[in-house]
Nanobody, 127 residues
Framework: QVQLVESGGGLVQPGGSLTLSCAVSGFTLDSHAIGWFRQAPGKEREGILCLSSDASIYYADSVKGRFTISRDNAKNTVSLQMNSLKPEDTAVYYC?????????????????????WGQGTQVTVSS
């Protein structure tokens, strides 16, 4: 059974940093691309990063230079390192597994591309 569980969310001040983790089970990270998404109140869910099994990374412009993604194959976890956080980064953050080992090219930001989702973790950036 495929399962993804996010953790690490919380309250952080603007300019601060936070690391989210996504623990996966039921599959291995070398067989599925992993995406990170976020959804702010009243807004659509948006893709912010995608990590292919060959370690290629896709970034949304809104997080480029501030967020990065990495994985630990031995622990079957994917981490999202968020730096220089802004109030507009406030959202529920989700990790998701794609059906294939590569991020789906130009459509990697579309939630419909991903087969399995975690429950989400809240990140609030506020002073």
């Amino acid at each position: 059974q495929v399962q993804l569980v996010e953790s690490g969310g919380g309250l952080v001040q603007p300019g601060g940093s936070l690391t989210l983790s996504c623990a996966v089970s039921g599959f291995t990270l070398d067989s599925h691309a992993i995406g990170w998404f976020r959804q702010a109140p009243g807004k659509e869910r948006e893709g912010i990063l995608c990590l292919s099994s060959d370690a290629s990374i896709y970034y949304a412009d809104s997080v480029k230079g501030r967020f990065t993604i990495s994985r630990d194959n031995a622990k079957n976890t994917v981490s999202l390192q968020m730096n220089s956080l802004k109030p507009e980064d406030t959202a529920v953050y989700y990790c998701a597994a794609h059906r294939h080992y590569e991020c789906p090219g130009s459509v990697w930001r579309l939630p419909s591309q991903y087969a399995s989702w975690g429950q989400g973790t809240q990140v609030t950036v506020s002073s």
